[in-house]
C-alpha cells in the first residue's frame, strides 16, 4: 500500500510540472511542402497525362507525387508503366531528378527490372526522388517477346 502512495504521488507530481511547463508556438506554415504541378495535365487521382519514351511508341508512362518521405529526405514518385504493343515488354528503368537526366543517359546505368503484359497492360511501381517538382523516367535495355532472354535488346522505334 506504501508502494502504490508514492508512484500515484509521483505521478501527481510529473503531472503538474508538466501544465507548468513553456508551450512553444508551432508554425504550421513552414511544416508543409508547397508543390507546384499543372492542374490541367492530372486527373482525379493524381496521375499526371501519359508519356510516350523517347524510342518507343507501343511503351507510355505516367507519374504522380505521392508526397515528401522524411526518412528518406526524398519526394516517392508513383510510375505507371502501359504497354501498347501485343506482345509482353521487358525494361529496365530507372528515375532520377531532371538535374541527374544527362548523367543517367550517359552511365546507362539502371536499377530496376520489370516485365509489362501486352495489349495495354500496366505495371505500377515507386521511387524515391531528389525533387518534389518532377522526375525523369530513364528506361533502357528493352525486350519485346515472351522471354526476356535469348535475343539482343530491341531497338528504337523512332
Known amino acids: ?3 502504490l502512495k508514492y508512484v500515484l504521488l509521483i505521478l501527481f507530481c510529473g503531472f503538474i510540472s508538466m501544465s507548468f511547463t513553456k508551450k512553444e508556438k508551432i508554425n504550421l506554415e513552414s511544416d508543409f511542402i ?3 504541378i499543372p492542374l490541367e495535365n492530372i486527373n482525379n487521382q493524381g496521375w499526371g497525362s501519359w508519356n510516350t519514351t523517347d524510342c518507343l511508341e507501343g511503351l507510355d508512362f505516367r507519374v504522380r507525387n505521392d508526397g515528401y518521405n522524411k526518412y528518406a529526405k526524398k519526394t516517392r514518385w508513383s510510375i505507371e508503366f502501359r ?3 501485343r506482345e509482353k515488354i521487358h525494361l529496365s528503368y530507372k528515375a532520377v531528378s531532371p538535374g541527374e537526366k544527362y548523367e543517367i543517359k550517359k552511365s546507362g546505368k539502371t536499377t530496376d527490372r520489370i516485365h509489362v503484359n501486352g ?3 500496366t505495371y505500377k511501381t515507386y521511387y ?4 518534389n517538382s518532377s522526375v525523369y523516367v530513364y528506361v533502357n535495355k528493352v525486350r519485346i517477346g515472351a522471354k526476356d532472354y535469348g535475343y539482343d535488346y530491341y531497338s528504337c522505334d523512332k
Open 119 to 121: 495489349n495495354s497492360g
Open 83 to 85: 504497354n501498347r504493343y
Open 1 to 3: 500500500m506504501k508502494t
Open 128 to 131: 524515391l526522388v531528389k525533387s
Open 34 to 36: 508547397k508543390i507546384e
